[in-house]
């Protein structure tokens, strides 16, 4: 919807400058962005990458992970009873190491957007470069860190979320908590209670 809103309000600018020159700032579709989502929150993550694309302008061509490809395609055939035309979206499904790595390749290709691993991303920016040198958006896995130190006031609050952040969607998202940092002096403690909390999320 905020993507949907910003259609008609990408304007361009006049840029300050001095009394006898004047200077337009213009916004122009890239072109073609291929758009390679994974297989967690698949129909989240391709909103996430078609809606500002396709909002500024340019066609996309989606991969969706070769595990979950029903929801983009469905998307595409939604796309295509609405009215958008013919060619600015695609969905391409297939594996990464043929199609994904056929659109990094490709000199029809401007820009790059993906999120996975941060193994394919590395691979992905190379392709890049060995084509057109194509704009590339990566999203890659990370280790992020849960910090707990001696003076938290509230630490079964600390391990509810704790224990949230790494085992929501069972750990199958890119910001998982997959790190606990504790304070040697609550250790103990704290390991005790992401366990207990984690055991109260289980369902039944």
Known sequence: R?????????????AP????TLALVLREPIGVVAAIVPWNFPLMMTAWKIAPALAAGNS????P?????????RLAQLAQEAGLPKGVFQVLPGFGHTVGKALALSMDV???AFTGS??????LMQYAGQSNLKRVYLECGGKSPNLVFADCKDLDRVASHAATAIFHNQGEV?????????????RDDVVERVLKAAESMQPG
């Not at 996309?60 to 991969?63: C, D, G, Q, T």
């Not at 941060?118 to 691979?123: E, I, N, P």
């Open 65 to 73: 992970s070769e595990k979950s490809p029903l929801s983009a395609l």
């Open 110 to 112: 401007d820009c790059l």
């Open 174 to 186: 890119c910001i998982a908590g997959s790190r606990l940092l504790v304070e040697n002096s609550i």
């Open 60 to 63: 996309v061509i989606l991969k």
């Open 17 to 20: 400058t001095g009394e006898e």
């Open 118 to 123: 941060t193994a394919v991303g590395k691979q």
């Open 2 to 14: 905020y993507q949907a809103e910003c259609i008609d309000k990408l304007y361009g600018e006049v």
